[in-house]
């Protein structure tokens, strides 16, 4: 699966944009195309929504914030018995009914993290949050009504959560991807995150607001 080639253009607009953003920093394993690593997913995705009205037209949101999910992985730390003892596969679940998940099916493909196989899963129930193990759960906004109950099966499981839904950090969730008008916001609830074992990576924080649960902290 190549990338979009309206999408491999903002990528390329964005770097000659933001010139301390190395292009060699870009492989080639990504199944959209071309794989952004580490500090360069983060930045790219800073970068490129900042484009001007008539670039940001051909800019699909949906494709970002599936590039964005694959590479949350290099900068959370998971506890340590998690990845020592865990050899199932990387699993990244999508509670709920969401745009996002042909694109993630199509991002995880051949793909993983630290040795572990990616792989996509769809949850329509409670029950299947509380029976399957994942790692990081996109809870859609159709999901939101019982989101208290999701919150509560997650907490102390290791389990990174993350939504588009507005509020969603402030509700206790851990990462929240905002739209807003032609660019995405990134909020982190590093607190909850924390507090589920979960440890994120300074760099990511530089670029995301901070909230806590309720308030935001800056």
């Not at 900042?50 to 940001?56: G, H, N, Q, R, V």
């Amino acid at each position: 699966m190549r990338m979009h080639t309206s999408f491999w253009h903002i990528v390329k607009t964005a770097f000659a944009m933001r010139p301390s953003i190395s292009p060699a920093l870009i492989t080639n394993r990504h199944p959209l195309g071309r794989r952004l690593g580490g500090f360069t997913t983060v930045a790219l995705l800073c970068a490129a929504l900042t484009l001007s009205p008539a670039k940001a037209e051909i800019f699909d949101q949906y494709q970002v914030k599936a590039v964005f999910l694959l590479n949350l992985a290099n900068f959370v730390s998971w506890p340590d018995h998690h990845a020592a003892s865990d050899i199932r596969p990387f699993t990244i679940a999508v509670m709920g009914r969401n745009n996002l998940a042909p694109y993630l099916e199509r991002a995880v493909a051949d793909e993983s993290i630290a040795g572990r196989k990616v792989v996509l899963q769809h949850f329509k129930l409670l029950k299947d949050l509380e029976a399957q193990p994942c790692d990081l759960l996109f809870v859609s906004e159709d999901q939101m009504s019982i989101w208290p109950q999701i919150r509560a099966i997650v907490r102390g499981r290791a389990i990174m959560t993350v939504s588009d839904v507005e509020g969603f950090t402030h509700r206790g969730g851990m990462v929240g991807l905002l739209t807003s008008g032609r660019k995405i916001n990134i909020e982190i609830n590093r607190k909850e995150a924390k507090g589920n074992g979960l440890e994120i990576s300074a760099k990511l924080l530089r670029l995301a607001r901070i909230v806590d649960s309720g308030k935001e902290e800056r």
